[in-house]
């Protein structure tokens, strides 16, 4: 379905360490505004998600949150 291509789209580019948003599929789907374009919201999402990410394995694994720093 196109949900399921356009969640596959969204996990590559939140799980790709060095994704180049600019020729990325996802580049039509986010909305553009004058004062934010697309690839700083893009940017900001995966930001703040890998953020919640590393909170979430810190809280829930304080031992290995310890051993890798």
């Known amino acids: 379905s196109n949900l399921a291509a356009i969640q596959r789209q969204l996990q590559a580019y939140l799980l790709a ?3 180049n ?3 990325h599929p996802l580049e039509d789907l986010i909305v553009s ?3 934010v374009p697309a690839s700083t ?3 900001i999402y995966k ?3 890998q953020s919640r990410l590393l909170e ?3 809280n ?3 031992c290995l949150q310890r051993y890798i720093g």
Request: net charge positive.
């Open 41 to 43: 919201r893009a940017r």
């Open 21 to 23: 948003f600019g020729s």
């Open 60 to 62: 829930n694994f304080p």
């Open 56 to 58: 979430a394995l810190s």
């Open 33 to 35: 505004t004058p004062t």
């Open 47 to 49: 930001e703040a998600y």
């Open 17 to 19: 360490k060095n994704a």
